[in-house]
């Protein structure tokens, strides 16, 4: 056993895992390939680069993602911190300007005494353990065969498609209103406006999102566009491998929800409910919404669009929002292919490979799905990669947590049928007694019983790590 933890990969996962490792005391060693060489969606050498959308979901505790950052946040995480301080007006949910939010936090790693980062490909695994693969869903194709080879290609493929960016001063603002869904939004990120569960500041309501309202004849028009316009080409992922063209449903490309039928978007990503068009006093008949990118608000993303349209087209269809109509698209929604592996049959609990002890996979190749999610299973790594360097127990996250309740998922899923998750309540235990029928109400109470579960986990890790230095002494 190594007296340091090797990553493989600088994205989310990775950096937790990293953080996780040297916080406590270990040495690390994380290898990262870019900026020497890059993906088809990365535009920086920056570690954490978002690449899809800057959201990172709910900060409401009633909610699963909400409970999941404050699980993070007692688990030492270092992003969260960090998206909080380059966070952007989103309503409830948590959105970063994603330029200095990497920026920072390669900086952060790269002025940690126990992290050395080596900036180069890794095409064969490393012999040494603990080894944590957290290359993420573009993993290289060199590595992607040595960790077939170790898995004995038990692994799957879907693949995924980003939304396009626009800038704000393009936007026809006399079309366009200012509103969140039912007037739902905070000043202050960590604020619940219903039950008052306040972590910093008072809740008020906000108007943080760009409303493009629809006609009905405005919106069928705009759908006839869409689901006939043509596609990109997908760089023959199709053939590498014999992956097969999967979708994950939350990042289904918005044509391929046209073509399911004339209603799907406006009871989809369109729809219109909670809304009301100042102009004409009246809920349109559907909407497309634009989030605030950078903290500026010179970005605007396309919420729930997307798509692998050629550019083209996404820029003649996408002109026939109204108020986008002479859009400035500083970035065009583009696919790329994302891999993980079959957890039922390869991982434990702890995200480590039954076959293969000391070798650990994070994030998204686990199956897990999100920013936040990936993230979150790169600080599980991460603490049982050092406490498996320091002959400690193994940490199981409880059952009862958001992050132990995806871990579970992974490992106890049906591997004939598995498929990518992220944090909700469905995968977390019901509560004992009398059924709660408020779905608010239900959320709060596996909150509070997720976070009370943490606690007691936290003071038992504290207790093996004291009970070991005694032994030491």
């Known amino acids: 056993m190594s007296e340091c933890v090797t990553i493989i990969g600088g994205g989310f996962a990775g950096v937790e895992a990293a953080w996780a490792v040297a916080q406590r005391g270990g040495k690390v060693t994380l290898y990262e390939m870019r900026p020497n060489r890059n993906t088809p969606v990365h535009q920086t050498g920056d570690l954490a680069e978002l690449v899809c959308s800057n959201s990172f979901k709910s900060n409401l505790l009633t909610n699963a993602s909400g409970v999941l950052k404050e699980e993070m946040r007692q688990l030492g995480s270092l992003i969260l911190p960090l998206a909080h301080k380059h966070s952007t007006p989103a309503g409830e949910a948590l959105a970063v300007d994603r330029v200095p939010f990497a920026r920072e936090v390669t900086e952060t790693l790269e002025a940690h005494p126990n992290i050395t980062i080596i900036r180069e490909e890794v095409t064969v695994l490393p012999k040494e ?161 634009l989030r605030q990118e950078n903290k500026e608000g010179t970005l605007w993303g396309l919420v729930g669009f997307q798509t692998r349209l050629r550019w083209g087209a996404q820029k003649r269809v996408f002109q026939m929002v109204p108020g986008l109509e002479n859009a400035d698209f500083v970035r065009y929604g583009v696919m790329h292919r994302n891999t993980y592996v079959n957890a039922p049959r390869l991982l434990d609990l702890t995200c480590q490979l039954r076959e293969h002890a000391g070798i650990y996979i994070a994030g998204q190749m686990t199956g897990v799905e999100g920013y936040l999610e990936s993230a979150a299973i790169g600080i599980l790594t991460g603490l049982n990669a050092y406490r498996s360097m320091n002959s400690l127990p193994p940490a199981i996250l409880p059952r009862e947590t958001v992050l132990g309740s995806l871990c579970h998922y992974l490992v106890e899923s049906d591997p004939k049928h598995f498929a990518p998750m992220n944090s909700n309540w469905g995968v977390v235990p019901e509560l004992d007694g009398t059924p709660v029928r408020d779905k608010r109400e239900k959320g709060r109470r596996k909150g509070e019983r997720a976070l009370e579960a943490l606690e007691t986990f936290l003071q038992s890790l504290e207790h093996d790590t004291l009970l070991r230095l005694r032994e030491a002494e």
């Not at 957290?134 to 493929?157: R, Y």
């Not at 409303?211 to 760089?235: G, Q, R």
């Open 129 to 289: 353990r603990p080894l944590i693969i957290a290359t993420g869903p573009l993993t290289s194709d060199a590595l992607a065969s040595e960790i077939l080879k170790l898995t004995g290609g038990d692994s799957l493929s879907f693949f995924d498609a980003v939304a396009p960016t626009v800038t704000y001063d393009s936007l026809d603002m006399n079309k366009i209103f200012r509103a969140s869904r039912r007037g739902r939004g905070m000043t202050e990120p960590t604020a619940d406006p219903e039950d008052g569960n306040v972590c910093g500041g008072a809740p008020e309501p906000s108007a943080d999102y760009l409303n493009c309202p629809f006609t009905k004849e405005e919106y069928f028009a705009f759908w006839e566009a869409l689901s006939t316009a043509e596609l990109a080409p997908i760089h023959n992922f199709e053939e590498e491998g014999g992956a097969k063209m999967v979708f994950f449903e939350m990042c289904m490309p918005i044509e391929e929800l046209a073509r399911r039928g004339p209603r799907t978007l406006s009871f989809g990503p369109m729809k219109p409910v909670g809304l009301t068009d100042p102009k004409t006093d009246r809920r349109p008949y559907a909407v497309l919404q």
